[in-house]
């Protein structure tokens, strides 16, 4: 199982990126995708996930990010609006089997992760 992860960059607060995650080597429809966000010095942060058309946000993602995926080119994407210089962070998708989870402890499979950097 392959995850890459693309579309960080460098952005001005309030602006916008759209994270993309292309998935081999597994069967896409069967599998919960996640992103998950780790600023330095600090744990890992859930972001978001989604199962088939069921979607979980974590609290700093609620009303400004956008998970969704597309099957037909088994890709997983993250639309971020409206960020915050407190965004900044290296950026993961995840995967795994069977029922969604918030917990980066549960995930099976993991990418490289895609820096965001937001400016103030």
């Known amino acids: 199982v392959q995850l890459q992860a693309s579309g960080g960059g460098l952005v001005q607060a309030g602006g916008s990126l759209r994270l993309s995650c292309a998935a081999s080597?597994?069967?896409?429809?069967?599998?919960?995708l996640g992103w998950f966000r780790q600023a330095p010095g600090k744990e890992r942060e859930f972001v978001a996930a989604?199962?088939?058309?069921?979607?979980y946000y974590g609290d700093s993602a609620k009303g400004r990010f956008t998970i969704s995926r597309d099957n037909a080119k088994n890709t997983v994407y993250l639309q971020m609006n409206s960020l915050r210089p407190e965004d900044t962070a290296v950026y993961y998708c995840?995967?795994?089997?069977?029922?969604?989870?918030?917990?980066?402890?549960?995930?099976?499979?993991w990418g490289q992760g895609t820096l965001v950097t937001v400016s103030s």
């Open positions: 995840a995967a795994r089997r069977g029922v969604t989870t918030t917990q980066a402890t549960y995930m099976e499979y």
């Open positions: 080597g597994l069967t896409f429809n069967s599998y919960a």
């Open positions: 989604i199962k088939w058309s069921v979607v």
